[in-house]
């Protein structure tokens, strides 16, 4: 048994407008139900937990996609407290040692082969996996003054992607014990990572973008028309 985490109560400031970003339309579906069809399509998942802002009078309240469950929760100011509600959501048949895919709400080119490996070798493996993708750029550092002042190495560099993948339990102990110190932690692989674990980075799409300014929906909508043609 696998559920599916999303964390959707961020506003998006940096997107702009009143309509939230994961509310926003490509291809006739918001974001957010790319995102959660893309989860739900998978045989292994069995149902999703959506952390929601209070009051949000965009969610539609969709109760099922794929003939799977959705429930939904109350989420938080951070990712963590969002994350972290909805591991507490989820039905008691979820133990501590099942696995939970949490997944961008704003992230909806997630290509089923991906989730496919990332399900697999996550299962696999003794403390959980995420997607990323190797860093094929040039790195620069740059100072206060916005000058490049040395070149990175972009070895062993990854950027990290979604879904990512752990147990219930473990990954409710790592995020309570941020929170306890007043960790900001910025996806849950870091909360993992503080504990001294690490995860396995399994390589996704580079197109499986998070949709953060309007320029990135005007690419997620060419992305989402290719994989769906």
């Not at 939970?100 to 070798?121: E, I, K, N, Q, T």
């Not at 990854?158 to 790592?174: I, V």
């Not at 910025?186 to 998070?210: C, F, H, Q, W, Y």
């Amino acid at each position: 048994m696998t559920w599916a985490i999303v964390p959707a109560a961020g506003r998006g400031r940096r997107f702009g407008g009143g309509t939230p970003k994961q509310y926003q339309k490509a291809c006739g579906l918001t974001l957010i139900e790319h995102s959660l069809k893309a989860l739900l399509s998978h045989p292994d998942v069995d149902g999703a937990v959506v952390a929601l802002a209070p009051d949000d009078p965009f969610w539609a309240g969709w109760l099922h996609m794929a003939g799977k469950p959705i429930y939904t929760c109350i989420g938080g100011a951070e990712r963590a407290d969002s994350v972290l509600s909805a591991l507490q959501a989820l039905p008691d048949t979820v133990d501590d040692d099942q696995f939970v895919l949490v997944h961008d709400a704003a992230r909806p080119c997630l290509r089923a082969m991906d989730l496919g490996r990332l399900v697999a070798a996550g299962k696999a493996d003794p403390i959980g996996a995420l997607l990323a993708a190797p860093v094929r750029d040039t790195i620069k550092r740059a100072n206060a003054d916005g000058r490049s002042v040395m070149t990175e190495s972009r070895e062993a560099l990854w950027r990290a992607l979604t879904p990512q993948m752990f147990r219930r339990g473990g990954l409710t102990r790592a995020l309570q014990a941020a929170m306890r110190v007043g960790a900001t932690v910025t996806d849950e692989a870091m909360a993992m990572e503080r504990l001294g674990l690490k995860p396995l980075l399994v390589e996704g799409s580079e197109d499986n973008i998070k949709v953060t300014t309007p320029a990135d929906l005007a690419l997620a909508e060419s992305i989402l028309r290719r994989m769906l043609s």
